[in-house]
């Protein structure tokens, strides 16, 4: 009998084909199953007060008028609700030396950041929670902000926690070689920037909601969840409220977009807990746009002082920076809020080979938004340090970008392989990706169009970047950290008795179609019509335990499993057909949804044939044939800490001098993620990974007063790339499947976010070079371009 890998070379096989999602005519037939289309008996609803001040001391708060407010329920303080959930603390043991404070679900003596909840009022509609909050007399003494990073540190700055001796949550140096000598070597010249990334959110098509319900009698608390990660939050509940891990159930069903902002703790939905289990009913609270604005993690907030030293031949001799990150003022639980700065240790740099890398990380705390995992964590400001300081020096010496990085890209076949910063790394295609990206953009064209038209005082530029992309974590990432967060994924399928596969996967959707890809690959590896292949996730009482989605390990985990349940089912149900039909299993395949003659494919039993006749009428059987129509397996990957990704970028844009306005003209992609499972999905989660690295690099911003007040939370204010700024974007692929599973699949959902931003920022630099300016602040937004270019 064949294995599973065998699979691929099958002619009828949906892996590697563009199948269309199933959901997607429910979903646009506005039959989406979203947490604030819940409306269970009983209901009530939540509604908030939030400190307005980014740190005050609580001298304490009368709810008297809200509590006797039309339709109010119930009104809790955060002293009064921390009677009754135990504080949580965002630190990872694997990360030596970070330290954070206890945090409440709503603040009990000092509010710490604009927005951090103080009060809950439980209402028979939201809108009475609402006008009750507006009753609620805050004794608050405003205290001093810590807003600013770089002075986050000083000696005068005031400390936001009692219990530390400075706002300082986490550092961290990686040294290698010998940078100081290396950049001091004859003919090498150093390239210095001080980079700044502006720090903004994820801006998700669904707000993040909870509907909590307590049933007493069973003393079970179910949760309905628009997020990633269902089964560590059940823990997270169980640990936190009290109650007993098989008594929480957590739904996930439809989820309007995550990005990594649904994979957090956030207090108002823990409260939402709790008030369910204090009053007996379902709580609902779903997070208007404001409150998403003010309290949805944020990213990317780092200051980053940065060298690069290349030889006169164009290699790079070594990388040196200071990353100051600032975070908030906690770190997030229980995924940390040192994470991002730690990804820039390691990711800078990695796809080029040198051998001297000095990196140091300091993460800070201040009175802003909680900073944590964002989509392509950390990997945007790792590119466009190693990426933008490695085309500045390539200007400095008179090499063409795409000539340095073919000189200074690992090779195609020196893995395995370490990064300079220690990484382990296989299976990647540096070289292959950027010749193919080169071809597909008609590079030499492009330059020749780019001379052309600064003659007529245009102003283009061409930007790259070579890229990895952090995949498939191991256990070895978050296992040995004491997060609740498992690092395997689960896969169950069985055959009913019409034929049909029911599958079950511990990955959850969100939107990126993982349904899709689990269905495909269901149906490809057992042999059925992908039409008869029925698809459930997102509940921890009814699929196989595992990690959810995160960090691109959809198709590579999860996908795995899939795969290993759906072949070792096959297996199970040909040796009842070689049974019934009196033929050797090796001789037998399954092929349209009935068991045929293998090599012949003649059509010897249907499914539902073999099922019925197992369910229905099992004294036809042998009695020493026990047959199972269903199988589980579990998949996690070994010696590796991640599977990379990698792919190669570049941005066409247009500078306007006169009023600084930077246009996107077309973006090009080469993505190697493995094997590509479903490409019109892979593509799209480029592309709309890609419009959200412009955002990042263009628009998208957090802005504060020096008070800690968040100036733009609203979409009035905060600017996010819409239709009119998606350039054409072109997608290629480079398939290396990973040796670490039989699918071969890694992950390809944040490639565009990580990569975009030092692509666009280097085609607006080398834009900007003619006049002998460049910029390296993002967002680059007219107001920053135009001050580079009018700076003397």
Not at 341 to 362: D, I, S, W
Not at 444 to 454: P, V
Request: net charge negative; hydrophobic share 40%.
């Amino acid at each position: 009998m064949t294995g599973p890998a065998m699979i691929f070379d099958k002619p009828n096989s949906y892996i590697g084909q563009p199948t269309p999602r199933a959901d997607a005519a429910r979903l646009l037939a506005g039959r989406g199953r979203f947490v604030d289309d819940l409306q269970l008996p009983r209901m009530v609803h939540a509604a908030f007060y939030r400190s307005p001040y980014a740190h005050a001391k609580i001298n304490g708060i009368d709810v008297t008028e809200a509590r006797a407010a039309p339709g109010v329920v119930a009104v809790y303080t955060g002293a009064e609700l921390s009677k009754h959930v135990t504080p949580y603390v965002g630190v990872l043991s694997h990360l030596a030396g970070l330290r954070s404070a206890p945090q409440h679900p709503l603040a009990v003596d000092a509010a710490r950041w604009q927005g951090e909840p103080l009060v809950m009022v439980i209402a028979q509609t939201r809108a009475q929670a609402e006008d009750a909050c507006e009753l609620i007399d805050p004794d608050l003494e405003e205290l001093p902000a810590v807003v600013d990073s770089e002075t986050a540190l000083d000696a005068e700055t005031p400390v936001l926690h009692s219990e530390f001796d400075s706002n300082l949550a986490w550092e961290r140096t990686v040294d290698v070689g010998d940078i100081d000598s290396a950049f001091a070597a004859p003919g090498v010249t150093v390239v210095e920037r001080q980079f700044r990334f502006g720090r903004h959110t994820g801006v998700t098509l669904e707000s993040r909601g909870t509907v909590c319900d307590y049933d007493p009698s069973e003393e079970q608390l179910t949760v309905y969840y628009s997020g990633q990660a269902p089964h560590m939050m059940q823990v997270i509940y169980s640990k936190h409220l009290g109650i007993a891990e098989e008594n929480v159930r957590v739904i996930s069903n439809d989820v309007g977009g995550s990005f990594g902002i649904k994979i957090h703790t956030y207090g108002d939905e823990i409260a939402a807990g709790v008030a369910a289990k204090l009053l007996n009913r379902p709580v609902k609270f779903i997070a208007d746009r404001l409150e998403s604005f003010m309290t949805d993690i944020h990213a990317r907030d780092h200051v980053v002082t940065a060298k690069m030293g290349i030889s006169e031949q164009g290699t790079i001799v070594g990388i040196d920076f200071d990353d100051l990150t600032g975070i908030g003022p906690f770190s997030m639980y229980p995924r940390t809020s040192a994470i991002e700065c730690n990804q820039v240790l390691n990711l800078t740099g990695a796809p080029y080979a040198m051998e001297n890398y000095r990196a140091k990380g300091r993460v800070v705390f201040q009175n802003k938004t909680l900073m944590c995992q964002y989509r392509a964590v950390g990997h945007p400001i790792a590119m466009a340090i190693a990426d933008c300081l490695l085309e500045d020096c390539a200007r400095s010496i008179g090499m063409d970008p795409v000539d340095v990085r073919r000189k200074n890209l690992m090779a195609d076949d020196s893995y395995p392989r370490n990064s300079t910063s220690g990484m382990k790394l296989d299976d990647l295609s540096h070289q292959k990706a950027l010749e193919k990206l080169t071809e597909i953009m008609d590079y030499k064209g492009l330059r020749d169009d780019q001379e052309a038209k600064r003659k007529a005082g245009v102003y283009r530029g061409i930007g790259f970047v070579s890229m990895v992309e952090v995949t498939n974590p191991s256990p070895m990432f978050y296992g040995i950290g004491g997060a609740p967060i498992a690092s395997q994924d689960g896969a169950t399928v069985r055959l009913d008795a019409g034929g049909a596969l029911h599958i079950s996967s511990s990955i959850t959707e969100q939107g990126q179609g993982t349904n899709a890809i689990l269905g495909q690959i269901a149906a490809g590896v057992f042999g059925v019509d992908i039409e008869r292949v029925k698809v459930s996730t997102g509940d921890t009482k009814t699929v196989p335990y595992g990690g959810g989605t995160w960090a691109s390990r959809g198709a590579g985990i999860g996908g795995e499993a899939m795969l290993q349940a759906a072949h070792a089912l096959k297996e199970q149900v040909l040796e009842v057909a070689g049974v019934l039909l009196q033929t050797p299993v090796e001789a037998l395949d399954i092929k349209n949804g009935c068991v045929v003659d293998a090599g012949t494919d003649n059509e010897r039993m249907p499914l539902a044939d073999l099922a019925r006749t197992v369910y229905y009428r099992g004294n036809e059987l042998p009695s020493d044939l026990k047959p199972e129509l269903i199988a589980t397996r579990h998949y996690r990957v070994s010696d590796f800490p991640f599977v990379f990704t990698n792919g190669a970028m570049a941005a066409h844009v247009e500078v306007d001098i006169e009023t600084g306005f930077v246009k996107v003209l077309h973006f090009w992609a080469v993505e190697d993620c493995g094997r590509v499972i479903n490409p019109m999905l892979v593509d799209e989660q480029v592309r709309g990974g890609v419009v959200q690295g412009i955002g990042g690099a263009l628009y998208e911003e957090c802005l504060y007063s020096p008070e800690g007040q968040l100036m733009n939370a609203t979409m009035a204010d905060y600017i996010v790339p819409m239709a009119a700024e998606m350039p054409e974007i072109t997608v290629a692929h480079i398939e290396t499947p990973t040796k670490t599973s039989v699918l071969g699949a890694k992950g390809a959902g944040e490639a565009g976010t990580g990569g975009a931003p030092a692509a666009i920022m280097n085609a607006v630099n080398d834009a900007l070079s003619p006049l002998g300016k460049s910029i390296w602040q993002m967002p680059m937004t007219p107001e920053r371009v135009l001050q580079v270019i009018n700076r003397n």
